[in-house]
């Protein structure tokens, strides 16, 4: 079976631009989250989706969104990109919602994006 | 809050015996293990849930002290293959914690032939 995939895989925006990113998760997963990696850092939370609703917000400005769509992908949308944005953006995916119980959570390969 | 890692650093030769620990400053329901190397995406490596089910890999081992809030990673027999940045990520406690981990600030292990 196909892990969590993502799109794209590199990419190098602009101050001030648009990014979207884009996830399918494992077939069979309804919940996808994003996070987000800096170098040196471990992978900090933005948001979580399930059933195609937000779930959890992590402590990101509003320029960040995000969407599920019906079979159960996903996309990230950076608006007015900063040169902190720069970092790799992780999707990940469970099977369902909470986490308390032991549901775990899979990342996919993550995107590189590089704001200059 | 974020989980403390120690060490942060860990040189080995391969072989050898390594423990990875995590502590949090809350109450822990569950701890997750994931390596990550240079420029991949973190695997993950195993969960440990109160109540002292433990649900992963064979080749690692781990303990969780819910009392003591924290846990330990034992890579035993060390390969050049675990080589990489190890980290444990904890669900908030309060809530119903809807797919959010907070990592530790990761652990680099380094194994050598």
Request: proline share 4%.
């Amino acid at each position: 079976d196909a892990g969590v995939t993502q799109s794209p895989t590199h990419l190098i925006k602009t101050r001030g631009q648009h990014v979207t990113l884009r996830c399918s998760p494992i077939s069979g997963h309804k919940s996808v989250s994003w996070y987000q990696q800096v170098l040196g850092q471990g992978p900090q939370f933005i948001f979580q989706y399930y059933e195609k609703e937000e779930r959890g917000r992590g402590n990101f400005p509003d320029r960040f969104s995000a969407r599920q769509f019906p079979n159960y992908s996903s996309e990230l949308n950076v608006n007015a990109l900063l040169l902190g944005d720069s970092a790799l953006y992780l999707c990940a995916s469970s099977r369902g919602q909470g986490i308390l119980s032991g549901n775990t959570i899979y990342f996919g390969e993550g995107s590189w994006l590089t704001v200059v | 809050q974020q989980p403390v890692q120690s060490p942060q650093a860990v040189i080995l030769r391969e072989g050898e015996d390594a423990v990875i620990n995590c502590s949090s400053s809350k109450a822990l329901y569950s701890v997750h293990w994931y390596r990550q190397k240079h420029g991949e995406a973190p695997i993950f490596l195993m969960i440990l849930l109160k109540g002292g089910e433990q649900k992963g890999h064979d080749k690692i081992s781990a303990s969780f002290n819910e009392k003591k809030q924290q846990s330990s990673l034992y890579l035993t027999a060390s390969q050049l293959s675990y080589s990489g940045t190890y980290f444990c990520g904890t669900p908030d406690a309060g809530g119903t914690s809807y797919g959010k981990l907070t990592f530790g600030q990761g652990t680099i292990l380094t194994v050598h032939p």
